[in-house]
């Protein structure tokens, strides 16, 4: 059988080896031999149902030997090459059992001049010819090491010149040095701290704070004098909480509280534009187990209108507040 080089030839051979098996009435015959020449066992089938000895090339492998089925198939010719049927070997459990390659088995035939043959093999002694590219490069002649000129030694017998009195050259003037700042022993007096902001005390009958028709109230947060940070929220704790009391006073209209949620002070005031008739803030601090909260009212022009001062327990801040609260409106209405 010649050699069939393309997928569906092969594909073709596949489905009608299938097929024959399937219809033959008796068993087939499997032989392993060399027939390509290219020094690697040829397994193909044989079966007497099939015209003239018809063989089919299934694989190959890398195992020898012939398996023989039920019975002893004729001899084989395909291809220009003869094969003779070798003797059965002895029947196993499963029925058939694998054997060595018949002494009457001819060694493989010369390819036909239909079938390519294998290229030889290189010796593995003979090394492949280096491609230009992998050619060794020649190595590299180091450079002579360069070594420093030594230096110039002077003579202790070498003249030396001394200066002329009638020489022109000034010698060069010595550079002044400045005079070192004079050093105390006394410590630098630390600068004073600014004194805090504190309105003056209320006058006995106070003036009347409403402009005429206005009845504005700017709220600021209050002065934290404590000496821990405990108490540090109650800067706008104090203010957030007593806006809502001020907002019962149906008689005053309180300005936006996003306005004056800072620490009083007169210059940012004066600077702010702010249209208020009435300045409240206030300052809290510690006085043991208690905390005090003092409450101004003032005018535009900073004057102290009224000051209030409330006294509670420092663990209970919340009732404390509420304390200021109804101080504050009682003050705002008697005004």
Request: proline share 12%.
């Amino acid at each position: 059988m010649e050699r069939e080089g393309s997928s569906t030839k092969v594909t073709r051979l596949a489905a009608a080896l299938v097929m024959w098996v399937a219809a033959a009435p008796v068993s087939a015959e499997l032989f392993v031999a060399d027939f390509n020449g290219d020094g690697k066992p040829d397994v193909l089938m044989s079966s007497p149902s099939a015209p003239d000895g018809f063989v089919v090339l299934l694989n190959q492998g890398e195992w020898g030997g012939k398996i023989q089925f039920q019975k002893v198939m004729p001899d084989v010719k395909t291809a220009g090459m003869s094969m003779e049927r070798a003797a059965p070997a002895p029947a196993s459990p499963s029925g058939w059992a694998p054997t060595a390659p018949a002494a009457s088995w001819p060694a493989a035939t010369t390819p036909s001049a239909s079938w390519p043959a294998a290229p030889a093999a290189t010796p593995p002694s003979a090394a492949p010819a280096p491609l230009p590219w992998q050619t060794p490069a020649a190595p590299a002649t180091p450079k002579p090491a360069i070594t420093p000129p030594p230096a110039p030694s002077i003579s202790s017998s070498a003249p030396r010149l001394k200066p002329l009195g009638g020489s022109t050259s000034a010698p060069a003037p010595a550079r002044a040095t400045p005079a070192a700042a004079p050093r105390s022993d006394k410590p630098m007096a630390a600068e004073p701290a600014k004194p805090d902001w504190k309105p003056a005390a209320p006058e006995a009958q106070p003036a009347k704070s409403w402009s005429a028709g206005g009845r504005k109230v700017a709220l600021f947060n209050y002065k934290d004098k404590t000496a821990g940070a405990q108490f540090a929220w109650l800067e706008r704790g104090i203010a957030n909480i007593l806006k809502f009391d001020i907002i019962e006073v149906k008689s005053v209209q309180m300005l936006d509280r996003d306005r004056t949620d800072v620490t009083f002070d007169p210059a940012w005031f004066k600077d702010s534009g702010l249209a208020a008739d009435l300045i409240i803030t206030g300052e809290f601090q510690e006085a043991g187990e208690r905390l005090i909260v003092t409450t101004w009212f003032l005018s535009p022009s900073m004057s102290a209108l009224r000051e209030f001062k409330v006294e509670g327990d420092r663990a209970d801040i919340f009732s404390l507040i509420e304390k200021v609260g109804s101080q504050l409106k009682q003050e705002l209405s008697s005004l």
